[in-house]
């Protein structure tokens, strides 16, 4: 079993292990980019710089996601694989019960791992001549205005105001999937005519064709790429078949059942604020997928590979005067 290798047991082996994923044809200086000229310190795993101009000391970590951790690097590597591993995600408390860390080192570890989850730079547009983009909107938890207004009673009475759910009590979210490809997802105020068609032209190529259901957000930005397609669901018309293929958006309805699965079953509270994190986990898992050729290990290191250049520190992840839960 892969997760009996000693870079999951062993820090030594761990940092050597991430050495060769980060820096594989040698040592490289996070701060002037200096190829082998580091020599190392007194200190296990340390390294200084032998640039003349700059001199500074670093560590494997030094410019990742990992950087200023306390954490053995052996559990660092385990939560990646973790969560790259499984399809759903694996929460904080299951972190801390395998590690004998506090939940406040396993919250925190989880949502570093998310931050390097998250796609960097510009992105290309989805799609392309002869391919298919699907697009559909979901909603998932209640915003935290609904939820405090939900809660509120009438003086005297024991019943809750606001007894039913509303599409605008809840968080909206627009997924864009290139069918047999990537997928792409954004947390959004409102899913209203303007915000959907600001996003799909920005994130679909006009080559493509686009597949929706009947939903009239796409009515008028659909005429501006190669075909739009869509199905009905309220005649419970699901999938369609036609010369050009079959139509349909069974890939973004696949992958919000992944999502919502994964967010109710496994990590069952999000706050609204670290949506976003969570989205970039499920989006990275399914861009990596197996079948696009990707196994767990690989993924895993994809991951490790892609952590360099990103931060996330306590502060920025919780704000003045909050804590983890």
């Given at each position: 079993?892969?997760?009996?290798?000693?870079?999951?047991?062993?820090?030594?082996a761990?940092?050597?292990?991430?050495?060769?994923?980060?820096?594989?044809?040698?040592?490289?200086?996070?701060?002037?980019?200096?190829?082998?000229a580091?020599?190392?310190?007194?200190?296990?795993?340390?390294?200084?710089?032998?640039?003349?101009?700059?001199?500074?000391?670093?560590?494997?970590?030094?410019?990742?996601v990992?950087?200023?951790?306390?954490?053995?690097?052996?559990?660092?590597?385990?939560?990646?694989?973790?969560?790259?591993?499984?399809?759903?995600?694996?929460?904080?408390?299951?972190?801390?019960?395998?590690?004998g860390?506090?939940?406040?080192?396993?919250?925190?570890?989880?949502?570093?791992?998310?931050?390097?989850?998250?796609?960097?730079?510009?992105?290309?547009?989805?799609?392309?001549p002869?391919?298919?983009?699907?697009?559909?909107?979901?909603?998932?938890?209640?915003?935290?205005?609904?939820?405090?207004?939900?809660?509120?009673?009438?003086?005297?009475?024991?019943?809750?105001?606001?007894?039913?759910?509303r599409v605008?009590d809840?968080?909206?979210?627009?997924?864009?999937?290139?069918?047999?490809g990537?997928a792409?997802?954004?947390?959004?105020?409102?899913?209203?005519?303007p915000?959907?068609?600001?996003?799909?032209?920005e994130?679909?190529?006009k080559?493509?064709?686009l597949?929706?259901?009947?939903s009239?957000?796409?009515?008028a930005?659909?005429?501006?790429f190669?075909?739009?397609?869509?199905?009905?669901?309220?005649?419970?018309e699901?999938?369609?078949y036609?010369?050009?293929?079959?139509v349909h958006?069974?890939?973004?309805?696949?992958y919000?059942?992944?999502?919502k699965?994964?967010?109710?079953?496994?990590?069952?509270?999000?706050?609204?604020?670290?949506?976003?994190?969570y989205?970039?986990?499920?989006?990275?898992?399914?861009?990596t997928?197996?079948?696009?050729?990707?196994?767990?290990?690989?993924?895993?290191?994809l991951?490790?590979?892609?952590?360099?250049?990103?931060?996330?520190?306590?502060?920025?992840?919780?704000?003045?005067?909050?804590?983890?839960r």
């Amino acid at each position: 079993m892969f997760l009996q290798q000693p870079q999951f047991h062993d820090d030594e082996a761990a940092r050597a292990y991430f050495e060769r994923i980060r820096w594989p044809d040698g040592r490289v200086c996070p701060h002037c980019g200096v190829i082998g000229a580091e020599y190392a310190t007194k200190r296990a795993g340390r390294y200084r710089c032998g640039a003349k101009e700059c001199r500074k000391d670093f560590s494997t970590t030094t410019g990742t996601v990992m950087e200023q951790s306390h954490i053995g690097l052996s559990k660092w590597l385990w939560v990646f694989y973790q969560m790259c591993a499984s399809k759903k995600g694996i929460s904080s408390h299951q972190v801390r019960r395998s590690l004998g860390v506090s939940m406040k080192a396993a919250w925190f570890m989880t949502h570093r791992v998310r931050e390097a989850m998250k796609a960097g730079g510009l992105a290309a547009p989805l799609g392309g001549p002869g391919k298919v983009v699907e697009v559909d909107e979901t909603y998932h938890g209640k915003i935290a205005e609904a939820s405090e207004r939900r809660t509120k009673r009438k003086r005297g009475s024991t019943t809750k105001l606001g007894g039913s759910r509303r599409v605008g009590d809840k968080r909206a979210i627009v997924t864009l999937i290139e069918r047999g490809g990537q997928a792409r997802t954004f947390h959004v105020a409102k899913a209203d005519l303007p915000t959907v068609q600001k996003i799909v032209r920005e994130n679909i190529a006009k080559e493509s064709r686009l597949h929706t259901d009947g939903s009239g957000l796409y009515t008028a930005v659909g005429k501006e790429f190669a075909a739009h397609e869509s199905v009905d669901h309220s005649q419970e018309e699901y999938v369609r078949y036609e010369p050009t293929g079959p139509v349909h958006n069974n890939s973004a309805e696949s992958y919000f059942s992944v999502f919502k699965r994964g967010m109710k079953g496994v990590y069952q509270h999000c706050q609204e604020k670290h949506l976003h994190r969570y989205l970039a986990e499920f989006d990275y898992r399914h861009n990596t997928r197996t079948k696009l050729g990707v196994d767990d290990k690989q993924r895993a290191d994809l991951l490790l590979a892609g952590a360099e250049g990103k931060r996330l520190t306590y502060r920025r992840t919780h704000g003045k005067g909050q804590h983890a839960r």
